[in-house]
């Protein structure tokens, strides 16, 4: 979890990595990789991986884990297979147009899905760890917020009306052969109120079942098998945005298991003064330009030490504010970590960190 463009989702297949090089049963359920990692993971759409599958990824030392990038509009086909009535009323809502647009434009929708997923993967007890990589801090609190929700949804008086009525809740409601019914088929191309009845009673089942899962999520979330990561930049702005959402996550009962301050500059030393430097520089670019490229040097340097010592505090401040939690740095790396061999290595690093 964090901010957007901190790393999240590398972290989190390094964490991944590094858990199931130490023998558990690891899956990694992320959200919209890079093309780079997409590809490293083994979840490239271009080289005919499909999204929403479990793709095993086989690591350097025989290390294997499984990946999965979200697809909403699957999982919601999966739900609706597995806990309709009846194969055919499945086949009802999976062809009906309303259900189709609600799966793919509902508000929170990607939220609902990724709470729908990770129940299904506890539920079924393969794995000994689930990574979950977040959207950004705003995303992720969402996904915090999708049980409460869902359990609002269905808790609705209206919305437990609707769920299973049909046709004769529609009459119930003053819509049943009148003026205005026929107004709406007539809009609908003569199929709109038809194929509402039967979203509105097929789906009412569907919805019990986010329900349960919603619900079970919740406690799941509070548990004691569940934990936080948190990844952040070192940056003012984006540590104090980690911070935020750590304050809100423990007010829901959530743990922290870590925070990774990440793409962080080394600790580096004053330059040598421009008399010093000039010799140097001047071989390499010239006696003309000498002058120019020395004060162009002192600037970026000083701009990669004030990053440097930016970080440091930023790293002993996080550190006091929650000193049970362990804080890892991360050094920056150009371009960032594609390939399994760096993941396994950054994994590594995180857990010599935090233990």
């Not at 499984?66 to 999982?75: A, E, H, K, P």
């Not at 930049?233 to 959530?254: K, L, P």
């Amino acid at each position: 979890m964090g901010p957007g463009g901190v790393g999240k989702t590398t972290v989190a297949a390094a964490l991944g990595l590094a858990a199931a090089q130490r023998g558990r049963r690891v899956i990694v359920v992320t959200i919209d990789p890079s093309k780079r990692l997409a590809q490293a993971l083994g979840l490239d759409p271009a080289a005919g991986h499909e999204s929403g599958s479990i793709v095993p990824v086989h690591g350097p030392g025989g290390v294997r884990l499984d990946c999965l990038m979200l697809d909403t509009q699957r999982v919601f086909d999966e739900i609706v297979r597995v806990y309709s009535r009846d194969a055919d009323a499945a086949a009802r809502m999976l062809g009906n147009p309303i259900y189709r647009a609600t799966a793919q434009h509902l508000g929170g929708a990607l939220e609902y899905a990724a709470t729908a997923r990770v129940h299904m993967l506890h539920a079924e007890g393969r794995y000994d760890l689930i990574v979950l990589d977040t959207p950004p801090t705003a995303n992720a609190l969402d996904f915090l917020e999708a049980p409460a929700r869902i359990q609002e949804l269905v808790g609705n008086p209206a919305a437990r009306f609707l769920a299973g009525t049909g046709r004769i809740g529609l009459k119930l409601i003053g819509l049943g052969g009148g003026v205005l019914l026929k107004t709406f088929e007539a809009m609908g191309g003569g199929s709109f109120i038809a194929e509402l009845g039967v979203f509105l009673k097929e789906f009412g089942s569907v919805l019990g079942e986010f329900r349960r899962r919603a619900g079970d999520l919740a406690e799941l979330l509070a548990s004691s098998e569940t934990g936080a990561v948190l990844t952040t930049a070192a940056t003012d702005f984006s540590a104090r945005e980690a911070e935020a959402f750590i304050d809100v996550i423990v007010e829901r009962g959530m743990r922290v298991d870590g925070i990774v301050l990440n793409r962080v500059l080394p600790t580096l030393a004053p330059l040598p003064p421009p008399p010093v430097l000039r010799p140097a520089v001047a071989a390499q670019v010239g006696e003309d330009a000498a002058d120019a490229a020395v004060q162009a040097l002192g600037s970026a340097y000083l701009g990669a030490r004030m990053q440097s010592e930016r970080a440091h505090r930023i790293w002993l401040h996080l550190r006091d504010r929650y000193p049970t939690v362990p804080v890892a740095l991360l050094a920056r790396r150009d371009p960032p970590p594609s390939e399994l061999e760096e993941l396994v290595v950054m994994g590594a690093q995180l857990l010599e960190q935090s233990a």
